[in-house]
């Protein structure tokens, strides 16, 4: 999908219609028209899961196929033939889509998963996210997360979208923004004057540089002007910081079965978003709690684990260097 949290359907039209249209039934029950398919043909939407579509004959209206969008796979077929003519595909077909079957997934007492692979907390002064082990006699099933009020009861279930550890490549610049960010009005003026000043007598210009540094710098290939280069050694050396160290964000996404709420959770904060009205459409998380990994679920642990692309960068870091100072020499 081209859109995190999205999913893409595929209709292949067989028979009986010569061409149908795909209808996104609204949640006030209207039917929005998104795309026709003539039959021996497919079509592929992408849509959000929880979200229902309706195929109908192009001619006569009747409907084919009634579909409501799991939250897994990411890629979804669906063929129309003779034999499945008014079929409802609906979320009680997939464990990860139906809330009951969530919480079915978390309410049996015989875990079979492997306790060193089934912790998992991330905790605040108003919520607190555990991991469930998985169950046993029950396959391809969700990773699924329990939240707990500040008084330690349950209150919701949550389907594990995805686990991810980024690494923060300008994590130098946090302080910076923050310093920028915290400027009064004041300030604020001050710095735009200076830089107006800057730019009118072209105070950065490179011909105020010495010319020795100058052609240093074009032999290393960083151009003729020194400030450049020094903001390229800057945000190099920053970002081969944070590949050696490593300096990372890990983040869970969660998505709420019957709400359709999306949840992120990281280290230091936590986000929510409310769920789309219609595809297409993308809103904006809130910073709802300030919280950490008090222990790190299996899936972070192994994404913090591939350092692979770390040494690849510092090595490619290395190799640009070393080439360009053996033509300097």
């Known amino acids: 999908p081209l859109h995190e949290g999205m999913i893409t359907l595929t209709v292949h039209l067989g028979s009986p219609a010569e061409e149908a249209t795909l209808f996104w039934l609204a949640p006030d029950g209207g039917e929005a028209r998104y795309a026709d398919v003539k039959r021996g043909s497919c079509v592929r939407q992408e849509t959000f899961a929880g979200h229902t579509w309706v195929v109908r004959d192009k001619t006569t209206g009747a409907e084919l196929l009634r579909l409501t969008a799991a939250a897994a796979p990411a890629e979804q077929g669906h063929r129309i033939d003779a034999s499945t003519v008014g079929t409802v595909v609906g979320a009680e077909r997939s464990a990860t889509v139906e809330p009951a079957a969530a919480e079915a997934a978390v309410l049996d007492s015989e875990p079979d998963e492997d306790p060193a692979l089934a912790g998992g907390v991330w905790a605040s002064d108003a919520f607190r996210f555990e991991r469930v082990a998985r169950v046993r006699g029950r396959r391809m099933q969700p990773t699924v997360w329990r939240e707990l009020n500040d008084e330690g009861q349950d209150v919701a279930r949550h389907v594990q979208v995805s686990a991810t550890c980024d690494t923060r490549w300008l994590w130098w610049l946090d302080a910076l923004f923050a310093r920028v960010a915290s400027l009064n009005s004041s300030n604020e003026a001050y710095l735009m004057y200076a830089m107006s000043v800057a730019g009118a007598w ?26 450049v280069a020094l903001l390229l050694f800057v945000a190099l050396g920053g970002a081969c910081v944070a590949a050696a160290k490593p300096i990372t964000e890990s983040s869970l996404l969660l998505l709420n079965p019957r709400t359709r709420e999306d949840i992120r959770l990281r280290e230091g904060r936590g986000f929510s978003r409310p769920p789309p009205q219609r595809p297409g459409e993308v809103t904006p998380w809130h910073e709802v709690a300030s919280g950490r990994f008090t222990a790190l679920p299996h899936d972070l642990v192994v994404a913090r684990a591939q350092r692979w692309h770390h040494a690849l960068f510092l090595a490619g870091v290395a190799i640009f260097f070393a080439s360009r100072l053996q033509s300097a020499l």
């Open 202 to 227: 072209q105070l950065d210009a490179a011909y105020f540089w010495p010319a020795w540094l100058r052609h240093r710098c074009s032999q290393l290939g960083l151009g003729s002007h020194p400030l």
